[in-house]
């Protein structure tokens, strides 16, 4: 009776040796892992467990530090941005002031063209701060349809 698989002839078979290599990995959620392999490591190695500690608080220290320096970097940041705002609107405010005298005194054609180039002005640059902070591309220029 035939099952289909072929059939080896214990006679002419040869000897086969599978070699199989097993591993174990480990992760801990804290930056040391638990007691007992730092035990079996300072056993392995004497001072080990203490050079591990010592290079485990320098990291620490490390990213302390670089935080430490990225908020007072942000922060810094911000005041610009703050008193770019307020010297823009005090330009913005005289500007007013300018075309509102010009057209009192009877200067209306250059009252207008100052107005006109300020608000073309102004709206670009709220324009032009919104696409370089990431919050949206550029219309596509180009050729009409």
Same mark, same amino acid.
């Given at each position: ?17 599978? /070699? ?8 801990? +959620? +804290?930056?040391?892992?638990?007691? +007992? ?33 990225? /908020? ?18 005090? %330009? ?18 250059? %009252? ?17 701060? /919104? ?15």
């Amino acid at each position: 009776m035939t099952t289909g698989l072929p059939q080896i002839d214990p006679a002419a078979s040869e000897q086969r040796t599978i /070699h199989v290599d097993l591993g174990i990995v480990a992760s801990y +959620s +804290s930056p040391l892992p638990p007691a +007992s392999e730092l035990r079996q490591l300072e056993n392995l190695v004497p001072g080990a467990t203490d050079r591990l500690i010592k290079l485990q608080e320098r990291v620490l220290g490390m990213a302390e530090t670089e935080q430490s320096q990225r /908020h007072t970097i942000e922060a810094r940041n911000e005041n610009r941005r703050d008193r770019g705002q307020i010297f823009g609107f005090i %330009a913005f405010f005289v500007l007013v002031v300018v075309i509102v005298i010009l057209a009192l005194t009877g200067n209306g054609t250059v %009252a207008g063209i100052v107005a006109g180039t300020t608000v073309i002005g102004v709206v670009g640059l709220f324009i032009v701060g /919104h696409w370089s902070r990431g919050q949206g591309a550029p219309p596509p220029s180009g050729g009409g349809t």
